[in-house]
């Protein structure tokens, strides 16, 4: 069943309930009132008829019922009422509304009160005209009673007057239901307007899906309502802020202070900070990025993603390889195209002698690179120190990798593509260090045994001293403006892998060493 329709049943159901309840309450309260105004009059009736001088002077004697039963049926019949009998202490009947019963025995109980203790009373019972309410008043002939007059009417007569309060009960009953019919599909429509028209299932697979998305994204996600009440939090931000318990539904006063001042500002100016850094509790740093939550203008809440730094560090270095490679493939083809120009002119100046020779020898030397970077399995890093060479080539440098050179990248604390920002970053220096100085020699060698160590010599310029303390800090460089985050990755790299690095540099050549 549809949401609208299903939320349509349940409304009318309860309206029709309480209604119904309400009714039956009601019918049996004025069921309850009716009973009393009857038995109220036959007992004001029984009473004043127990006065009449007519009752009190004639029963008991003989041809009583001869000025009894037409006095008392004349009154009957003006009143309306079913039946009025008055006998004597012995029980019989000097009228009755039926003039064969007069004279009869009055054999019903429901008297005895009234014949032995003189009570006046009403009650129910079973007479010779059906089940009635009858009403009994003691009659006094001075200090002695003498009899007894009952006045009575039918139950059913009672139940017509039920019945007739009923009819007039039903249009009332039959408005409240149409109106609660209009309540509740104004109820339904409103609730599904409120929940965007989806089906209960709906919104149950959207929470799963949202749910498993917040867990799967790499960025740590908090939101908060305009009191500033946590009401998400996914794993990625419980791990980075070291949080051990659901903090759901709390203040935002146990998130990391950092994180939760700057949810109060924010919820108070209105406006969202992108790119914060930020340094946490417990030391960890974070780039972070605020947005105000907004419902048709009103602010309802807040959101903040973070990132760790080292992640963000880690996606800087990825794309400077990239980067660094993609310049470098330009550059092979580059010097690509150069030796194809040299064979080519060789060629139309009909050297073919010396164009024979520097085929082989460009080939030879070629061959050379390739056979020592076959000991280097990992391909991503053989293709990084290609395009190095090509590189260096370019920039008419000439660049060795020693043949003892060999790489397997199996059970290494860090991944290739940080091996790879190792290795760029490093021979990159020296490329830039010798642009400029002829006869410009690096030598590259990686070798792996019980350690990775990789070492990197070039025959530039001598690393000055006042340097050494800041070659690995961000934003150092001797090239120019926006440079010095190569080497700095490259040490928060090493550093993070538990690994080592050192520099000797002096006139002739400058050496780095790195052992992971």
């Known amino acids: 069943m549809k949401l609208q329709n299903k939320i349509t049943t349940m409304v009318m159901i309860i309206i029709i309930s309480v209604v119904s309840l309400a009714t039956f309450i009601s019918v049996l309260e004025i069921n309850r009132k009716i009973r009393e105004k009857v038995e109220n009059g036959l007992m004001d009736m029984a009473i004043t008829l127990s006065k009449s001088p007519v009752l009190i002077d004639n029963v008991g004697e003989l041809g009583g019922e001869l000025m009894i039963n037409p006095y008392v049926n004349n009154i009957r019949e003006e009143a309306g009422i079913t039946f009025i009998t008055v006998t004597d202490m012995n029980r019989v009947r000097y009228s009755h509304p039926h003039i064969e019963k007069v004279g009869g025995q009055f054999s019903n109980s429901t008297i005895d009160r009234a014949i032995k203790y003189g009570e006046v009373y009403a009650d129910e019972g079973i007479g010779t005209m059906g089940a009635t309410v009858k009403a009994f008043s003691p009659i006094f002939r001075g200090d002695r009673q003498v009899g007894v007059v009952c006045v009575?009417?039918?139950?059913?007569?009672?139940?017509?007057?039920?019945?007739?309060?009923?009819?007039?009960?039903?249009?009332?009953?039959?408005?409240?239901?149409?109106?609660?019919?209009?309540?509740?599909?104004?109820?339904?429509?409103?609730?599904?307007?409120?929940?965007?028209?989806?089906?209960?299932?709906?919104?149950?697979?959207?929470?799963?899906?949202?749910?498993?998305?917040?867990?799967?994204?790499?960025?740590?996600?908090?939101?908060?309502?305009?009191?500033?009440?946590?009401?998400?939090?996914?794993?990625?931000?419980?791990?980075?802020?070291?949080?051990?318990?659901?903090?759901?539904?709390?203040?935002?006063?146990?998130?990391?202070?950092?994180?939760?001042?700057?949810?109060?500002?924010?919820?108070?100016?209105?406006?969202?900070?992108?790119?914060?850094?930020?340094?946490?509790?417990?030391?960890?740093?974070?780039?972070?990025?605020?947005?105000?939550?907004k419902d048709n203008e009103t602010t309802v809440g807040a959101i903040v993603s973070f990132k760790n730094m080292i992640d963000v560090e880690e996606l800087v270095e990825e794309l400077q390889v990239i980067k660094k490679l993609n310049w470098d493939l330009r550059a092979q083809n580059h010097e690509f195209m150069n030796k194809l120009h040299t064979i080519l002119g060789l060629i139309h100046l009909e050297a073919y002698d010396d164009a024979k020779e520097y085929i082989l020898k460009t080939s030879k030397k070629r061959n050379e690179v390739m056979l020592v970077l076959d000991n280097i399995k990992d391909k991503s890093i053989s293709a990084l120190l290609l395009a190095k060479y090509n590189r260096a080539a370019e920039a008419k440098i000439d660049m060795v990798i020693d043949k003892e050179s060999s790489f397997e990248n199996v059970d290494n604390p860090i991944s290739q593509d940080k091996i790879g920002c190792i290795i760029g970053n490093l021979v990159e220096n020296s490329i830039e260090a010798l642009k400029g100085i002829k006869n410009g020699k690096i030598h590259f060698s990686i070798i792996q045994k019980d350690k990775l160590k990789i070492t990197v010599k070039n025959n530039g310029p001598k690393i000055e001293d006042e340097d050494f303390e800041k070659i690995f800090k961000a934003g150092f460089s001797t090239k120019g403006e926006n440079r010095g985050l190569g080497l700095f990755n490259v040490i928060n790299i090493i550093e993070n892998a538990n690994g080592k690095i050192y520099v000797e540099s002096d006139e002739e050549e400058t050496v780095w060493h790195v052992e992971l």
Not at 168 to 196: D, E, H, R, Y
């Open 152 to 293: 009575g009417t039918l139950k059913v007569n009672i139940f017509d007057e039920y019945i007739q309060f009923s009819k007039n009960l039903l249009p009332f009953i039959i408005l409240v239901a149409l109106f609660g019919l209009f309540l509740a599909k104004f109820v339904a429509v409103s609730i599904k307007k409120t929940i965007f028209g989806l089906e209960p299932e709906e919104i149950s697979l959207l929470l799963k899906e949202r749910e498993v998305t917040l867990n799967n994204i790499t960025d740590g996600i908090i939101a908060v309502n305009k009191d500033g009440t946590i009401s998400l939090i996914n794993n990625k931000a419980m791990k980075i802020l070291e949080v051990h318990q659901d903090i759901k539904n709390m203040s935002v006063d146990n998130l990391d202070n950092n994180i939760g001042d700057t949810l109060k500002k924010l919820l108070d100016k209105e406006e969202s900070i992108l790119n914060l850094e930020q340094t946490l509790n417990n030391n960890e740093k974070i780039i972070s990025n605020y947005s105000i939550v």
